[in-house]
């Protein structure tokens, strides 16, 4: 099975930059991935690691590092509309019904402060 | 394009009560999940469908059905509501083909079980 460890909130002013933590254990691994969730609206997909390294898309960053177990997301110059849920999401196992069951971390508020 | 879409937006229910909800997506995706999110609990799978025809469990199946009659359709049904059953559920889909494993939610429905 997997398990994600994610901190709980993160308070920055605007215009800072503010790195958000995950580290997973899991039997199978294939991928990271980011979601950004605004309090009340639906997950959207941030960004997706396979590979070892950094990808940046924008103004967010996400590192993975398969051998630790650990990967973040950087959001640098900060926007109040960044202030919102944080989820990391491992890609399971190859099973018999596919690929693509995600297991989220328990995710991380950011409250940007002007 | 609506993208993936849920029906009802909210519900309330009293115990014991059954219900359906709906979600619909119009991007012909092969893959549809249904999640349920709780405070402080991330999100977690109930059941998902890998094509028309086909469900399988997820993590937290028991006291929910499934059925995946139409590709662009995935019904989540509640045979007898429970207290333990409130909380907010999103549907997902995305393209078999898809391996950066971006999944593309819908908006979310609101059942409270009294």
């Known amino acids: 099975g997997q398990s994600l460890e994610q901190p709980s909130e993160v308070t920055a002013v605007e215009g800072a930059i503010v790195q958000i933590n995950c580290t997973y254990q899991?039997?199978?691994?294939?991928?990271l991935s980011w979601y950004q969730q605004h309090d009340g609206g639906a997950p959207t997909f941030l960004s997706y690691?396979?590979?070892?390294g950094l990808e940046e898309t924008g103004r967010f960053s996400s590192f993975l590092s398969r051998s630790k177990g650990y990967s973040y997301l950087l959001l640098k110059e900060l926007q109040m509309k960044d202030s919102a849920s944080y989820f990391c999401?491992?890609?399971?196992?190859?099973?018999?019904?596919?690929?693509?069951?995600?297991?989220f971390g328990k995710g991380n508020q950011v409250v940007v402060i002007p | 394009n609506a993208g993936v879409t849920q029906t009802p937006k909210f519900r309330v229910l009293k115990t014991g009560q059954s219900m359906t909800l709906l979600c619909a997506q119009d991007?012909?995706?092969?893959?549809m999940y249904w999640y349920r999110q709780d405070p402080g609990m991330g999100l977690r799978l109930i059941h998902y469908?890998?094509?028309?025809?086909?469900?399988a469990k997820g993590e937290v199946p028991d006291g929910y059905n499934v059925s995946r009659l139409k590709k662009q359709n995935f019904l989540l049904g509640l045979e007898s509501a429970a207290p333990s059953q409130t909380s907010v559920y999103f549907c997902?889909?995305?393209?078999?083909?898809?391996?950066?494993?971006?999944?593309?939610f819908g908006p979310g429905t609101r059942l409270l079980v009294l």
């Open positions: 999401a491992v890609r399971a196992l190859r099973g018999y019904y596919g690929n693509n069951r995600l297991a």
């Open positions: 899991t039997s199978g691994f294939y991928g």
């Open positions: 690691n396979a590979l070892d």
């Open positions: 991007m012909n995706h092969e893959y």
């Open positions: 469908s890998v094509g028309e025809g086909t469900t």
């Open positions: 997902a889909s995305n393209p078999s083909t898809d391996e950066s494993a971006a999944q593309y």
